[in-house]
């Protein structure tokens, strides 16, 4: 549960949510009016088909129902706030990735969009009226009129629950809960002029092929509704079932249900779309205060931020903004502390976005070394493996050379780490790991002994492991649970599904080292910034006493991106237009980012190369930095 008592949650983040969910209701008569115009259509007759347009829209049935489309608006926009996030999730599996969807809090989140989009279609057919309004119907029969049941009715609600369910369910696999903070700042009048026409364009194709898979589900399963309100409600059967093929060719119900699709879909993409770009609208903090129980809005504490990523976010924006545009704060930054002359805004502000590039240089770094140990522990492993005639299998007790032992990926409720991760674990590990879960071999114990030793050895081991379990040892007065036992835990893994959903996704790993890549980026950029722009306006010469930090933080990340991009397990496209959909795994934001941040990386030196020229010779830092920055004053990268 968010904080919000936080003070960014209380004083700024509740009035951007507020205007966007007023704005989504503010446009949906718009919407609607147009839903209508599309409905009524009567290109025969064009004067009856305005005036019955707007004969609906300004009655009392027509104003009633657009305000309860205007509470459902309303409350689905409200519940965009629940499970918002700054931060890309990376799923190593598939069964992760099914677990994301199905886990309590979510199905729920799932199960009220479909409440909510059942009740949404059920005030789009008492807009359209006719048929199409109420359940019941009266229908002339042999024996006089008798209350029958209204199919279109019932068939377009079931349609807006299936719509419902589909728009929770790619909330989640798509990462639509994901801020994506623009790279271009613009108004939000021109982001929702140019969002508009894309979204509508889009609602009506994903409806019409989504509209054809549900008039395949109603054609098999339609009748089970269908007969269980028969039955409750004494009903009789319409004259023309919809789930026949005679009633699927109506085109009237086609046309209403497509049309009834788009709205949803566009309304409620609106209103998520309008929540983003006010929650990640530039905000301006202040960059010191004279006031001490306001140092939590000052931009450096803002950059440190922990408890709330979102504003740690706006805060790595604005620095970058700051120091780009912004001349007046800039040089705020570069002023002395009054009294004391000590550049305290310059440090705080340099530390801390030192630290945000060290920490993935760290993290590439460390991905590098595991990368390269594992791959050398694979060749030494193989080669040993050559000489040897047995392997040690836990189902036979033996397993013959050239057999390789399949991947055991770690359970899905554990954290995922790509420096904890089983990807980079070698042969040589995992037959560490099973002699510690078998325990400790004897020593006259040999793989290239004879068959009949490994038998008498492995005889001994089954007879003692079956007296006391791995579990007992570590907890004697506990008896041993069913989980425990981990050969049952890897027969289970041996499942041909089990196998499928735990099979670890391509690139899960080189995602997860840049899921904030986009803080870098403007960390990056705001260093740079400011180095080059203090040439002309650092009065006191702050920024030269971080230089030599400066250059070396970013020659250290460059070095590491390098490094990285050359690895095998890496990305080797070089065009954002070739990173295609997996079908396996949803799509992230950070794919992109990745080169993104190669390129800033680049910029940013070539920015400061180009301000300060051959200075920079006398900067002190190790040998390799220099000849990397000598070739970057050289541009020969």
């Not at 399963?221 to 319409?238: A, E, M, Q």
């Not at 620095?319 to 545009?325: G, H, I, S």
């Not at 990926?409 to 089983?422: D, E, I, L, R």
């Not at 680049?602 to 900067?619: D, Y």
Request: net charge neutral; hydrophobic share 40%; aromatic share 14%.
């Amino acid at each position: 549960m968010r904080q919000i008592n936080h003070w960014y949650m209380r004083d700024v983040f509740c009035w951007r949510t507020g205007a966007s969910v007023a704005w989504s209701v503010l446009l949906q008569p718009v919407a609607v009016s147009l839903y209508l115009l599309l409905i009524t259509a009567n290109l025969l007759h064009p004067y009856q088909w305005i005036t019955d347009w707007l004969g609906v829209i300004f009655s009392l049935k027509g104003i009633g129902y657009s305000c309860l489309l205007g509470l459902v608006i309303c409350i689905q926009a409200c519940s965009n706030v629940v499970f918002y996030q700054v931060k890309p999730v990376v799923h190593l599996n598939r069964l992760s990735i099914i677990w994301n969807v199905i886990c309590p809090s979510r199905f729920l989140y799932i199960v009220f969009h479909v409440v909510l989009a059942g009740f949404f279609a059920s005030c789009c057919t008492g807009l359209i009226g006719g048929q199409y309004g109420t359940l019941v119907t009266i229908c002339e029969e042999e024996e006089g009129f008798k209350e029958c049941l209204a199919e279109e009715h019932l068939f377009l609600v079931l349609y807006g629950m299936y719509m419902g369910v589909l728009y929770g369910v790619n909330y989640f696999l798509q990462g639509s809960n994901c801020f994506e903070f623009p790279a271009i700042q613009q108004l939000k009048f021109f982001q929702v002029k140019g969002y508009l026409s894309w979204s509508l364009y889009n609602s009506a194709l994903g409806t019409l092929k989504t509209t054809a898979y549900f008039y395949l589900i109603y054609f098999i399963f339609g009748t089970i509704p269908k007969t269980w309100l028969l039955y409750n409600l004494d009903l009789h059967p319409p004259q023309l079932a919809v789930n026949s093929l005679r009633g699927l060719f109506n085109l009237h119900l086609f046309w209403s249900t497509w049309l009834t699709g788009t709205l949803l879909y566009h309304v409620w993409g609106l209103s998520l779309f309008l929540f983003k770009i006010f929650n990640t609208e530039v905000y301006r903090f202040a960059i010191e205060t004279s006031f001490t129980e306001a140092s939590d809005t000052c931009l450096y504490k803002a950059l440190g931020e922990k408890q709330q990523p979102v504003v740690q976010y706006l805060a790595f924006q604005d620095v970058a903004a700051l120091a780009e545009y912004s001349d007046g704060r800039r040089k705020e930054v570069y002023s002395l502390s009054q009294p004391g002359g000590h550049p305290n805004n310059w440090n705080r502000i340099c530390t801390e976005c030192l630290a945000m590039i060290e920490s993935l240089t760290s993290r590439l770094m460390t991905h590098e070394e595991m990368v390269t140990n594992g791959m050398a522990q694979n060749k030494r492993a193989s080669s040993e493996g050559d000489k040897s005639d047995v392997q040690l299998d836990p189902k036979r007790g033996y397993m013959a050379a050239g057999e390789s032992e399949p991947y055991i990926p770690a359970p899905v409720g554990t954290p995922y780490s790509p420096y904890t991760s089983s990807v980079f674990e070698t042969p040589t590990a995992r037959q560490r790991h099973l002699d510690s879960t078998l325990g400790q071999q004897p020593a006259e114990l040999s793989w290239a002994a004879s068959p009949s030793v490994h038998h008498r050895s492995h005889a001994r081991l089954r007879e003692e492991k079956e007296k006391q379990t791995p579990y007992q040892s570590r907890y004697p007065s506990r008896p041993a649970p069913f989980w425990a036992n981990w050969h049952l835990e890897y027969r289970i893994k041996q499942w041909r599904v089990m196998e499928y959903l735990l099979k670890p996704l391509p690139e899960a790993v080189n995602r997860s080292l840049f899921t904030d890549a986009q803080l870098h980026i403007w960390a990056l950029e705001a260093l740079s910034s400011f180095v080059a722009a203090s040439y002309h306006e650092d009065t006191y010469g702050v920024v030269q006493g971080s230089l030599s930090d400066i250059m070396t933080t970013m020659l250290a990340l460059q070095i590491a991106v390098d490094k990285h991009f050359k690895l095998p397990t890496s990305v080797s496209k070089k065009n954002l237009s070739d990173f295609r959909p997996l079908k396996a795994a949803p799509v992230h934001p950070d794919d992109g980012l990745r080169l993104d941040l190669k390129s800033t990386v680049k910029t940013s030196l070539h920015r400061v190369v180009a301000t300060f020229g051959p200075n920079l010779r006398n900067v002190s830092a190790a040998p390799e930095y220099k000849r990397r920055l000598l070739d970057f004053m050289e541009y020969k990268q």
